[in-house]
């Protein structure tokens, strides 16, 4: 399974639920919109290492929302420190999905420190993460994605992307459609 074979599964499981998608920048996010398009998919065009504390922070102000961050080994590795602020804030409606390639997939596939002696389900567990897996196979995903709903999921990958397009949205329209569908309703006074 590559990167692209990962992000079918999520978008098959929670695509069409109302779950809220940070997707991690570069390749990710366009794959993710070739797959599975939608207004809850939030494509990070910038700030790499962020979508976990994008996605903490969300999962923070909107407690009946899922939220689901899409997150690269490499990403992992420049923000380590994500992790000790999730599991210390531990919300349950958070799951941190890390895609575990081995390698800096959107800049050429140079190896990341995965691909040596880290391993970023211990490095959770130390960071004190309470509720950590990982899986390598589609069905174990697929199996995972059915029970866990909140803490992080590493997801084991070969390093390989698949030939996609550019997103066609600009990034002024992918962060108001997607304020749209995630803010609170607003309240009449
Ligand atoms: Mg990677």
Do not use: W
């Amino acid at each position: 399974m590559i990167r692209y074979g990962a992000l079918e599964i999520l978008a098959e499981k929670e695509g069409d639920k109302d779950t809220l998608i940070i997707a991690n920048i570069g390749l990710p996010s366009k794959e993710l919109y070739e797959i599975y398009d939608r207004k809850a998919n939030f494509y990070m065009l910038g700030s790499m290492g962020l979508s976990s504390s994008i996605g903490l922070g969300l999962a923070l102000a909107r407690p009946d929302r899922k939220v689901l961050a899409i997150d690269g080994d490499g990403s992992v590795l420049m923000n380590m420190g994500s992790l000790a602020t999730i599991a210390n804030q531990h919300p349950d409606n958070y799951l941190l999905v890390i895609i575990d390639n081995g390698a800096y997939g959107s800049t050429g596939n140079q190896i990341t420190a995965t691909a040596g002696l880290t391993d970023l389900k211990e490095v959770a567990l130390g960071a004190g993460v309470r509720n950590v897996a990982m899986v390598s196979d589609k069905s174990d995903l697929k199996e995972k994605l059915d029970t866990m709903d909140n803490g992080v999921l590493v997801v084991k990958t070969e390093p390989g992307n698949k030939k996609v397009p550019v997103i066609k949205l600009c990034p002024a329209d992918i962060i108001k459609r997607f304020m749209e569908i995630s803010s609170p309703p607003s309240h009449s006074r």
